[in-house]
């Protein structure tokens, strides 16, 4: 059974960098884009980012410059990184795996991270 | 592009059944079958409940059912349980643009 869990600093400071990790068991990393997700509180889900296995990346326009989005296929994990953080980036961040194959959807996620921005 | 438009809440009591809707336009929901549809408790990683608009992953209760019309999808839950209060949301393919999200619903059960 495929399973992502996630972890991360849920606590940081303006102008800090937000660094979560994703890891994969029970599934294969390749043939699927491995995706950031987040929802700040009272709001809905916004799409940040993703990867494939080799490392080929699509980011949120809102987000360019600032996001960053890694794989380490040998670890089968994948991880974000957003600079300059303010409280607009406080939210529930998810990572989740998107099937492109014969469906277009996201048939897995982690359990969501807490990610609070306050000096 | 907007988000996908659901209800902010919907509720029902044991047994009864309850529908979420998911309105998009011509260019998501409309444009392919290609909505999926979450349950997420508080805390928890959201379960994936329906994909290409009416299929069931295996473990997937058929309780729970999806169908589309037009720019619509909506969810239904029939026989509601108490485990089935959580929040629902739905996510569409829109092509080049990527995906879209749905605002959520919170399903209480009475």
């Known amino acids: 059974q495929v399973q992502l869990q996630q972890w991360g600093a849920g606590l940081l400071k303006p102008s800090e960098t937000l660094s979560l990790t994703c890891a994969l068991s029970g599934g294969s990393f390749s043939g699927y884009f491995w995706n950031w997700i987040r929802q700040p509180p009272g709001k809905g889900l916004e799409w940040i980012g993703d990867?494939?296995?080799?490392?080929?990346?699509n980011y949120n326009p809102s987000l360019e410059g600032r996001v960053t989005v890694s794989v380490d296929t040998s670890k089968k994990e994948f991880s974000l990184k957003l600079t300059s953080v303010t409280a607009a980036d406080t939210a529930v961040y998810y990572c989740?795996?998107?099937?492109?194959?014969?469906?277009?959807?996201?048939?897995?996620w982690g359990q969501g991270t807490l990610v609070t921005v306050s000096s | 592009q907007s988000a996908l438009t659901q209800p902010p809440s919907a509720s029902g009591s044991p047994g009864q059944s309850v529908t979420i809707s998911c309105t998009g336009t011509?260019?998501?929901?409309?444009?392919?079958?290609?909505v999926s549809w979450y349950q997420r408790h508080p805390g928890k990683a959201p379960q994936l409940l329906i994909y290409?608009?009416?299929k069931r992953p295996s473990g997937v209760p058929d309780r729970f059912s999806g169908s589309k019309s037009g720019n619509t999808a909506s969810l239904t839950v029939s026989g509601l349980q108490a485990e089935d209060e959580a929040d629902y949301f739905c996510?569409?393919?829109?092509?080049?643009?990527?995906?879209?999200f749905g605002s959520g619903t919170k399903v209480s059960v009475l």
């Open positions: 996510i569409a393919y829109a092509g080049s643009s990527g995906s879209v």
């Open positions: 290409e608009v009416s």
């Open positions: 011509s260019s998501d929901v409309g444009a392919y079958n290609y």
């Open positions: 989740a795996r998107y099937d492109y194959h014969s469906a277009e959807h996201f048939d897995s």
């Open positions: 990867i494939n296995h080799s490392g080929s990346t």
